[in-house]
């Protein structure tokens, strides 16, 4: 023992120190032997991140070399405690009969544990059935003590029935007969009720606590009603159910009758608490509204009218408020009675409108018919303001939505089929404008043909009719809010139509073709006088869209959002700059048809090479007739009563300056092409003649000889010189137009050719 307890001699040292003073053993930095020893040590998570920054090689030799160090350093370890080791087995005596000695205690503690485990799960089971027994118990007594319960509320609710009067004429008066008890078990004395109203009050009372105690044993009959019992009780129930209501609505009648507030508001309050509202609701349906609507709006029981055959509702409208207000007014005002509980009533709803709606279906079944577009819309209209009249008596917003939310109010929207009213009223607005767009001509109104119209009012019978048609769609009489977008679609469906129709008959003049677009024969047929027209009124149209018409549209959906409001003022002013944007192409049309009228005198350029071709004809020395016939078709157009009513000066001078432009563009084509013609024939006759004088011998002096060519040329510098006066009396600069500048060029003498002078 002395030896193993005396120090062991320290390992020999394996290392020897490098060059730099390192032992040669030693590891680098990067490799920590202590990760070895983590609990949580992963070997390829490891050498995963050693392998980002170290060579494989390098790594496999570091492992390797720490291997072989453990496994010396192991070996070391074994033989310096060697001796210790090796006596071990010998210091082991007796072991068996220790562990002989250990187990009898150990065996005696398990014994124990088995019986204790065995005690305490008897214990549990008898505990179990004792609990268990304890909530049969438990549930046999409920429900004893709920058919107890049941059977006093029976036997309860019995007497107090048997309290009530048995004939409903007897409430009114002040002398009942009760039977021999002096007072009513809920302690009020009924002889001191001297009249009927206390009476009704005493009644009414003893109804509503009656109604409480039904509902007590409704609750309690629907937890029992399997169980024989209950089942034999329910005969009982029943009859005091109905005995319940007979006397309740007995009552309730009663009290309408008498407009006793206190009874009404009683009975109100049990039917409440049998959760019985419907029949409260019919009651008061049947023996008050029926009768004043039957007055207002009289039919037999088979349906058939009873008193005028009219359809109209707002006179109808206006008679039913005034019964409302005066005979059903009171009853609203209980029902909706704060913190009263008797908000679950809907009187409005199940009584008034229902019995309303079923007067108007059966009296006036043509009042819903959308095939009287006007009178239709009149009653719609009616029926609207009738119904926010009665959201007018609902207490609170919640209410109100209530209400919107009743059968009878769903069922009696749906009466009215706005969707067949808007395709009437559809056919009935883009129809009249088709029908005025049918014509194969412009159809002026009666002053446009003097000239005499003002400057903004319309001209044409189309353009009217279409201003007219935008206006429909939003009158008094004809625009329904809820339908308001199909309203504004078929505005801009009516502009949109309206555009087409000048497209398209723009297109056929363009192309002189009227038979292959059906009614386009209006605009080949048009000449510009009648163009005129429709500049003006697409002005006047565009600037009232965007202008008045835009103000009464927003005006009339003033109760929209922002967002719609401005999505509808988009919408209706591109349409109307739709419109200005067709006023550029009707002036181009004009231009054309004024400028082929012009082009007719232009082709009398042609006869000007046949005045001075093989002739003797001196130089010319003054302007040809065809030049003041060239601009007279623009003037005369110009100076016209319908462009002088009809134009702005802004117009006028766009059709001058346009017009004058084009042309001069065709002028100087014909006269370039004349110059070019005469001058290549020129060319070919001096070959010939001086072949004829070669041949001749002649020898003739050609120093003041002026050709054909020259004097046509002299001709042509003539005329575009008045050309260029015509044009300047008319408020045009020639020397501004590109072609005139190109045609003076071409045609003028070489010592004029670079000043432009008339």
């Known amino acids: 023992m002395s030896d193993q307890n005396s120090p062991s001699p320290p390992p020999p040292s394996r290392a020897t120190t490098d060059m730099f003073g390192d032992p040669i053993g030693s590891h680098p930095q990067w490799f920590k032997q202590s990760s070895f020893l983590d609990p949580d040590f992963d070997s390829e998570s490891y050498i995963a991140d050693l392998r980002s920054f170290v060579p494989f090689d390098t790594l496999r030799s570091e492992l390797r070399s720490h291997l072989s160090a453990l496994k010396h ?41 088995v019986g204790f485990r065995e005690a ?8 179990q059935s004792g609990l268990a027994k304890r909530a049969e118990a438990a549930a046999a007594r409920e429900v004893l003590e709920l058919l107890l319960d049941t059977f006093h509320v029976v036997s309860k609710v019995e007497k107090l029935i048997q309290e009530l009067p048995s004939v409903p004429a007897d409430w009114s008066s002040g002398d009942i007969n009760f039977k021999e008890k002096g007072h009513i078990s809920n302690g009020i004395s009924l002889h001191h009720a001297k009249n009927g109203t206390a009476v009704r009050e005493t009644q009414s009372m003893l109804l509503e606590r009656i109604a409480s105690e039904m509902n007590r044993l409704k609750f309690y009959f629907a937890h029992a009603q399997n169980l024989p019992f209950i089942q034999n009780m329910e005969k009982r129930i029943q009859s005091a159910s109905s005995l319940l209501d007979a006397s309740l609505g007995h009552c309730f009648v009663d009290g309408l009758k008498h407009r006793d507030e206190s009874a009404v508001y009683n009975c109100l309050r049990a039917y409440a608490a049998i959760d ?40 109808d409208y206006k008679e039913i408020k005034r019964y409302i207000e005066k005979d059903c007014k009171f009853l609203l005002e209980i029902s909706s009675t704060e913190n009263s509980g008797l908000h679950v009533f809907s009187f409005l709803a199940n009584s008034v409108l229902k019995e309303v709606v079923s007067a108007i279906q059966k009296g006036k079944p043509g009042a819903f018919s ?12 009616s029926s609207l303001d009738f119904l926010a009249q009665l959201e007018g008596y609902c207490p609170s917003r919640s209410a109100v939505a209530k209400f919107r939310t009743e059968a009878v109010y769903i069922e009696f929207m749906k009466q009215w089929n706005i969707g067949v009213y808007f395709s009437l009223r559809f056919q009935e607005i883009a129809g009249a404008l088709d029908s005025a767009l049918m014509p194969t001509s412009l159809s002026p109104v ?34 329904v809010i809820s339908c308001s977008d199909k309203f504004l679609r078929l505005s801009l469906q009516l502009v949109s139509r309206y555009s087409n129709w000048l497209s398209a008959g723009l297109a056929a003049r363009k192309a002189n073709k009227s038979g292959s677009n059906p009614g386009s ?17 697409l002005n006047c149209l565009a600037a009232e869209i965007c202008g008045g018409y835009l103000e009464h549209v927003l005006e009339r959906l003033r109760s929209c959002s922002t967002e719609v409001l401005d999505i509808v003022k988009q919408s209706i002013l591109q349409s109307g700059k739709a419109l200005k944007d067709i006023i550029p ?35 010319p020395v003054r302007h040809s007739p065809y030049v003041s016939g060239v601009l007279r078709p623009l003037k005369v157009f110009l100076d016209g009563e319908r462009a002088a009513a009809y134009l702005t000066m802004e117009t006028k001078n766009e059709l001058l ?102």
Request: aromatic share 6%; net charge negative; charged share 25%.
């Open 585 to 619: 192409q009707l002036i181009t049309s004009i231009i054309e048809t004024l400028v082929e009228q012009s082009v007719e005198d232009l082709r009398q350029l042609k006869g000007i090479t046949a005045t001075y071709r093989m002739t003797n004809k001196p130089q």
């Open 370 to 381: 959308p095939g009287r577009p006007t009178e239709f819309l009149r009653n719609y209209k």
């Open 521 to 537: 024969e209006w605009a080949v047929a048009a000449i510009p006088d009648d163009l005129v027209y429709l500049v003006h009124d």
């Open 446 to 479: 009666q002053n446009s043909n003097t000239g005499e119209g003002r400057p903004f009012d319309l001209t044409l019978k189309q353009s009217i009719s279409l201003l007219d048609c935008l206006r429909s769609c939003w009158k008094e009489d004809v625009l």
């Open 276 to 315: 019985n509202t419907k029949s409260a609701e019919d009651i008061f349906r049947s023996t008050v509204v029926a009768p004043l609507i039957l007055k207002v709006i009289p039919h037999s029981s088979s349906g058939e009218v009873g008193g005028q055959s009219g359809d109209e509702l707002e006179e």
């Open 73 to 113: 350093d192991l070996v070391e370890l074994i033989n310096r405690d060697y001796a210790d080791f090796v006596n071990l087995s010998t210091k082991l005596v007796d072991v068996d009969s220790a562990v002989v000695r250990m187990r009898a205690p150990l065996t005696e503690i398990r014994e124990k544990i």
């Open 657 to 758: 300056k346009g017009a004058a432009f084009e042309i001069t563009d065709r002028y100087k084509e014909l006269a370039v092409s004349l110059v070019d013609v005469a001058r290549k024939t020129e060319t070919s006759l001096q070959k010939i003649r001086k072949g004829a004088q070669r041949r001749g011998g002649a020898n003739l002096d050609n120093s003041e000889y002026i050709s054909d060519t020259d004097k046509v040329c002299m001709q042509l510098f003539l005329d575009i010189k008045e050309y260029g006066r015509n044009l300047s009396a008319l408020g045009v600069e020639a020397a501004k137009i590109p072609s005139y500048c190109a045609l003076w060029q071409c045609v003028a003498p070489a010592d004029e050719q670079n000043t432009i002078k008339f």
């Open 120 to 127: 305490l799960e008897g214990s549990l089971v008898a505990l």
